[in-house]
């Protein structure tokens, strides 16, 4: 079966440079969420897209934007970035609009700022 | 604000040792209460959704509970494949989940 797929796997990055993860959902999957999760920490909710509108927005810094397109794929943008950025950056979809269905992540996306 | 608190951070079991990990919460309208299992560098995998105290839920090795402040997840005679991180997860006033730190098991030959 499909699963959600990030690229790229893994990402380094200098400090102050720009950054686009993307994200391609589950087939027929309308809500897409992006999580971040430092190393020993619990996956912090970022933001989240349903029918290509932001649904929701969690602890999201300033630097980073992201859209979800008409073939409901999605992208994280991270400009100017920090040391504090490096992380593994997960994508899960749904179906629903975010009513709490079960989300299906992928293998995430490993940041490292340098 | 919703949160989630899972114990202990860390367990330890050798195989065949039965044991119970644990997640406390607090949340405005509990929409669902979600277990995942994380292996290292991967993303978390659904595990089971409860939705209200007293439900159960089972699958292999693993059963989950539901009280109205907290869930156990149950595990009967693991083996050394079932070693991960077990995250708890609810989902409640906001739409999107929020997540305990998790619950690193591992579990020795």
Redesign the interface.
Known sequence: AAG?IQSPRHLIKEKRETATLKCYPIPRHDTV?WYQQGPG?????LI?FYEKMQ??K?SIPDRFSAQQFSDYHSELNMSSLELGDSA?Y?C?SSRG????E???????T?LSVL | EDQVTQSPEALRLQEGESSSLNCSYTVSGL??L?W?RQDP??????LF?LYSAGEEKEKERLKATLTKKESFLHITAPKPEDSATY?CAV?GS?????????TQLTVLP
């Not at chain 2, 906001?94 to 998790?102: C, V």
């Open positions: 959600v969420y920490q619990d996956p912090q909710f989240s649904s929701d969690g593994l997960f899960a609009g975010g009513n709490n079960k989300l299906f992540f992928g293998s995430g490993q | 929409r669902g979600f995942y560098g991967k993303g978390p995998e659904f959704t995250l989902g906001a739409r999107q989940l929020t997540f305990g730190s998790g």
